[in-house]
């Protein structure tokens, strides 16, 4: 079965750091683009950074210039490296993939509290 496994969330002050990464199986990743979404309490899941096959990359508005995200083919992993974090930033975190085979998958989800 596919499987995406997310981890490096956890509770973290304004200002400070933390990476994300997405452990990938199951699939061929490096034909996968690769997301990250996030949902805060009350709001929608939105689009937070993507990153295509190819390592194109794009940021929603509100992370550019705070966060960055990778992803190591040879090690079937994507990461989202967050900076500044900001209150705001407060959510569950998801790591996504959009295959080639027109295929998406969804990992479980890991919690990013940012306190002020």
């Known amino acids: 079965q596919v499987q995406l496994v997310e981890s490096g969330g956890g509770s973290v002050q304004a200002g400070g750091s933390l990476k994300l990464s997405c452990a990938a199986s199951g699939y061929i990743f490096s034909s996968c683009g690769m997301a990250w979404y996030r949902q805060a309490p009350g709001k929608e899941r939105a689009l937070v950074s993507f990153i295509s096959s190819d390592g194109t990359t794009n940021y929603a508005d509100s992370v550019k210039g705070r966060f960055t995200i990778s992803r190591s083919n040879s090690k079937n992993t994507v990461y989202l490296q967050m900076n500044s974090l900001k209150t705001e930033d407060t959510a569950i975190y998801y790591c996504?993939?959009?295959?080639?085979?027109?295929?998406?998958?969804w990992g479980q989800g890991t919690q990013v509290t940012v306190s002020s």
């Open positions: 996504a993939a959009a295959c080639a085979t027109g295929a998406t998958y």
